[in-house]
């Protein structure tokens, strides 16, 4: 186990990558290109992304499981309803999707390169981690479920 696995909250992890988002775009200003309605199609991606998390976070509170990312062994169960049918992390993927937004926002071409390191990053140390959890704790029922369902999308 590495030292960065399930030890930084996911908020934190999104907030560290904007600011490197931001970053980038007043580094790299080459990088930034002209979006009409920047604003508005920053905001449908926060938006999508934000309603693509709670919708997660709603089927997490239905089933009675914990919210907690850095303690997936104490999940209760696994769910596979609602927006679980699709993705197995939806709350991830709505946070990639706000970062999508914000990359939009900033329009710099390198700030958006700078998504699917947090992809990469969320993965390794957030998902795959919670994928061995789950698997010792749920066996088989949680290998047909990763069978059954992509990890992102």
Same mark, same amino acid.
């Given at each position: 186990?590495?030292?960065?696995?399930?030890?930084?909250?996911?908020?934190?992890?999104?907030?560290?990558?904007?600011?490197?988002?931001? *970053?980038?775009?007043? %580094?790299?200003? @080459?990088?930034?290109?002209?979006?009409?309605? #920047? /604003?508005? $199609?920053?905001?449908? +991606?926060?938006?999508?992304?934000?309603?693509?998390?709670?919708?997660?976070?709603?089927?997490?509170?239905?089933?009675?499981?914990?919210?907690?990312?850095?303690?997936?062994?104490?999940?209760?169960?696994?769910?596979?309803?609602?927006?679980?049918?699709?993705?197995?992390?939806?709350?991830?993927?709505?946070? *990639?999707?706000?970062? %999508?937004?914000? @990359?939009?926002?900033?329009?710099?071409?390198? #700030? /958006?390169? $700078?998504?699917?390191? +947090?992809?990469?990053?969320?993965?390794?140390?957030?998902?795959?981690?919670?994928?061995?959890?789950?698997?010792?704790?749920?066996?088989?029922?949680?290998?047909?479920?990763?069978?059954?369902?992509?990890?992102?999308?």
């Amino acid at each position: 186990m590495c030292i960065f696995e399930l030890k930084v909250p996911p908020v934190a992890v999104v907030l560290v990558f904007a600011i490197f988002m931001w *970053a980038a775009s007043t %580094v790299i200003p @080459a990088a930034s290109f002209p979006l009409p309605g #920047a /604003l508005i $199609i920053a905001f449908t +991606f926060a938006f999508v992304g934000g309603g693509i998390a709670a919708a997660g976070v709603w089927a997490f509170r239905q089933h009675h499981t914990t919210l907690n990312p850095m303690k997936p062994e104490t999940a209760s169960s696994i769910v596979t309803a609602g927006i679980y049918r699709v993705t197995r992390n939806p709350m991830y993927l709505g946070l *990639a999707l706000a970062l %999508v937004g914000w @990359a939009m926002y900033l329009a710099n071409l390198a #700030a /958006l390169l $700078i998504v699917p390191a +947090f992809v990469a990053y969320m993965t390794q140390f957030q998902i795959k981690p919670e994928e061995r959890a789950l698997l010792a704790k749920f066996g088989p029922d949680f290998a047909t479920y990763m069978a059954a369902v992509r990890r992102w999308i």
